[in-house]
């Protein structure tokens, strides 16, 4: 099985900057997507940036674009996600992800979902 764990959530004031990053061990896919969702309370999870094995395939939700960065290390098995001015409306729990299934397949592909670290946006 696959183990994630994210860190690096906490407070910090609308226009600050936070990076999360998700380190995966355990058994993993030879290749794989990773992921970053969210998910607000009393709102369903919502995808917020997804890449490829090779990080050459890179998707952002509308709402980030411009703002957040995704990333990923394949040697340390880590995905990171660079959040840059910060807006109250991004707060909530950020989940990883990683899968081996098709973007096109439910929650885009991932199998497997780390236990989420908690983003605070302070206006």
């Known amino acids: 099985q696959v183990q994630l764990v994210e860190s690096g959530g906490g407070l910090v004031q609308a226009g600050g900057s936070l990076r999360l990053s998700c380190a995966a061990s355990?058994?993993?896919?030879?290749?794989?997507?990773m992921g970053w969702f969210r998910q607000a309370p009393g709102k369903e999870r919502d995808i917020v940036a997804r890449i490829s094995w090779s990080g050459g395939g890179i998707y952002y939700a509308d709402s980030v674009k411009g703002r957040f960065t995704i990333s990923r290390d394949n040697a340390k098995n880590t995905v990171y996600l660079q959040m840059n001015s910060l807006k109250p409306e991004d707060t909530a729990v950020y989940y990883c992800?990683?899968?081996?299934?098709?973007?096109?397949?439910?929650?885009?592909?991932?199998?497997?979902w780390g236990k989420g670290t908690l983003v605070t946006v302070s206006s």
């Open positions: 355990g058994r993993t896919f030879s290749s794989y997507a």
């Open positions: 992800a990683v899968g081996a299934g098709s973007w096109y397949s439910r929650d885009y592909g991932m199998n497997y």
